[in-house]
């Protein structure tokens, strides 16, 4: 669960709270306490078992189980509305968490960058051109930038697919932004940790869709 992110509901970009004040130490410790209560509470259904996960897909409407039966057929049809109605049915019943939803829909929150060991906010560099271009495909499919974007956006066609690719360019991002270092040979930045639970968000619910579509 990260504090601080940029806004895409749709394609459209909103920066939040960008002026950043620095927490003291008991603020940042109640903070991560509080992201390690969550993050323990959420990743319990990652190892649901099948029991727990055929309970739960029955309390899902009518039309967010024929969105899991799409995806078992590999059927590359699914909506935005219906993944957004999946995915915050799921929310609503706390299989995924509020962080968990937003990660999902769609690309809709990145981390604009997080608090050091002292309590101050860092930002991390832009997502990289391979994000952006799956943030905002309809700027790409323009000849001035040469380049050949599909007309249709996948993420509402075949959306885990779309998601795992999502997952692997944030990954590329996280490890390209770890690897910056200062002048001096120090890290640039201090900490990925929001990049890495924004793509753990991703894998597990995405695991959890997965499951619940074979049911």
């Known amino acids: 669960?990260?504090?601080?992110?940029?806004?895409?509901?749709?394609?459209?970009?909103?920066?939040?709270?960008?002026?950043?004040?620095?927490?003291?130490?008991?603020?940042?410790?109640?903070?991560?306490?509080?992201?390690?209560?969550?993050?323990?509470?959420?990743?319990?259904f990652s190892s649901a078992d099948s029991s727990d996960l055929k309970a739960i897909r029955k309390q899902l409407s009518a039309n967010s189980q024929r969105v899991l039966n799409q995806i078992k057929n590999g059927y590359g049809n699914v909506s935005r509305d219906e993944w957004y109605s999946l995915t915050?049915?799921?929310?609503?019943?706390?299989?995924?968490?509020?962080?968990?939803?937003?990660?999902?829909?769609?690309?809709?929150?990145?981390?604009?960058?997080?608090y050091d060991e002292n309590g101050n906010f860092f930002y991390y560099p832009p997502p990289s051109e391979e994000m952006d271009r799956m943030i905002h495909p309809e700027l790409y499919r323009n000849s001035i930038y040469g380049q050949n974007a599909p007309e249709t956006d996948e993420r509402f066609g075949d959306p885990l697919k779309y998601l795992y690719a999502w997952i692997a360019a944030q990954e590329d991002w996280m490890n390209d932004i770890a690897q910056?270092?200062?002048?001096?040979?120090?890290?640039?930045?201090?900490?990925?940790?929001?990049?890495?639970?924004?793509?753990?968000?991703?894998?597990?619910?995405?695991?959890?869709?997965?499951?619940?579509?074979?049911l």
């Open 1 to 44: 669960m990260t504090t601080f992110h940029v806004n895409r509901p749709y394609g459209q970009t909103t920066f939040l709270n960008p002026d950043v004040k620095p927490l003291t130490p008991e603020q940042l410790q109640e903070r991560n306490k509080f992201q390690a209560e969550m993050k323990k509470k959420y990743d319990s």
């Open 88 to 114: 915050r049915e799921l929310k609503d019943l706390n299989v995924i968490s509020d962080s968990d939803f937003y990660s999902l829909n769609p690309t809709s929150f990145t981390p604009l960058g997080d």
């Open 180 to 214: 910056e270092k200062n002048a001096d040979g120090t890290k640039k930045y201090p900490n990925v940790s929001p990049i890495k639970a924004n793509i753990d968000s991703c894998k597990k619910a995405a695991s959890i869709i997965e499951k619940l579509s074979t």
